[in-house]
């Protein structure tokens, strides 16, 4: 019993724990939105973390094919999520670029006196929408791979008897 | 082989299939184009985790839960002799009606060693003595009952040189130096204690002392490690196997459970599932002392079908 607290605070806990703490700021900062305190890069990287450790705990295996498919499956997991990690990054950087932009045009409008309906036309910008729309279909993308992998590894501890 | 190739298939062919998801959202987001094509994205993200899903369940299918089982013994108490006989019956007797019970051997290096092994016995020569830091593992596949309640396990002993049950006493100098062995012990799940019946039978009374001591702290160490509770008993069966039963009479067996008479008590008070067993893995040896060229093996199967039968 005390092994496998131990294996699952060292596998599971303790590489979910960006993940777990930006979380927790964000509801004390944003209330209880499930969609909104969830962070794709951090979840990402900290399942390509758990899957790493997973992948170095089957290595111990006696059982060398057995070792050698759990790896498989945990290095797949790494790429796919060090993946959704850079997707999740270089989206954000181009909704920050973007973000830039549309406060230097109405910078821009404002320093020109332009109406609050042109103003409000430069907000209404599609590419913005674009991006949030592409953020969150890698947030549900890591949410369901993240489910997926986060389930195979108890899985895999409790079928195959992984141990320290 | 198909295994292999399987693997090596999916290997090479997932990369590719990620490369051309990651290009395809690049291409999304920087052709800005109708949110269509962010379905079609979602929708292949949704396809790799399904292939993810399949290939896991394959995999599972292949890899049965495994169920390491610990053969405790003196040096030269038969355990090699043992599994090689087992394994030989186990793999040409595969299935045994009786029991529903239906073995295969699992991974090239069991049946090379097995065969290796009979090769000598069958010959007229005993195996060599198991190295102190030698190891192996002999691993074989059983599944038991029928139909969709069929369960499915890998079964591996290891067979560790017999001077390894130091480690489980205190007066040898292995005590402080714990291996490999002592962690494979303490998590077997079906614990086999082996002893050499001539030698039981024998008069030489600190022998048989040695070796009940060392089995007695082999098994409290265990319970002790399990976290079995004081008044709760070990689930793990617990077989101990008289070997070479041929080379003493039937009716010295009330006589071998007096001299181990405190093991058997520790046994029957600390674990759920405990019995006797007595086998003889040749059947008879040569006046000469040489195993025969035909091995007739005695209740070598039972301790095993009684073990797995107490585990499900």
Partial sequence: MKENFGWIAKHLVLPLIPF????????VLHGPFICAIFDPA???????????????????????SLAEG?????IL????????????????????????????????????????????????????AKYVEVLATIKLLTVISGIAFFSSAIFFKFKYKLED | MIKTDFYKLLKYVIPWILILWLSSFFFLIFSKLESSWL??????????????????????????TPLSISLLGFPASGKTVFLTVLFDVL???????????????????????VVSHLNLLTRGKWLPKTGKN???YYRALASMGTGIFSRRLKIEIGDYAGENIGQFDTDDERWLHKTDYFKYVIQSEVILLSVDSKEVAGKNESIIQAIENSLIAAIQL??????????KKLKAPVALIFMKCDLVSVRSLDKLKNKLSRLINLCQKRCLYFKIFMTSSVGHINKDGSPPAKLTPIGIVEPIIWALQRRT
């Fill in chain 2, 222 to 231: 265990v319970i002790e490690n399990k976290g079995v509770d004081i008044n």
């Fill in chain 1, 42 to 64: 951090e979840l990402s990287f900290s399942m390509a973390m758990l899957c790493f450790l997973i992948t170095l705990n089957a290595s111990k295996l006696r059982d060398n």
């Fill in chain 2, 39 to 64: 379905i079609s994205v979602v929708g292949f993200g949704l396809g790799l985790i399904v292939m993810y899903v399949i290939s896991f369940i394959a995999f599972v299918n292949r890899n049965p």
């Fill in chain 2, 134 to 136: 030698e190891v192996f």
């Fill in chain 2, 91 to 113: 793999m040409t007797n595969g299935t045994r009606s009786n029991y529903s019970i239906i073995f295969s051997p699992y991974g090239s290096e069991t049946v090379e060693r």
């Fill in chain 1, 77 to 128: 997991g790494m790429i796919i999520f060090i993946s959704l990690f850079v997707l999740t990054v270089f989206t954000k950087v181009l909704v920050d670029n973007n973000m830039l932009e549309i406060l230097g045009a109405v910078k821009k409008a404002l320093t020109d006196g332009r109406t609050n309906r042109a103003i409000l036309k430069i907000f209404n910008n599609e590419t913005t």
């Fill in chain 1, 70 to 74: 759990i790896s498989f499956f945990n």
């Fill in chain 1, 20 to 27: 777990i703490f930006g979380t927790l700021i964000r509801f």
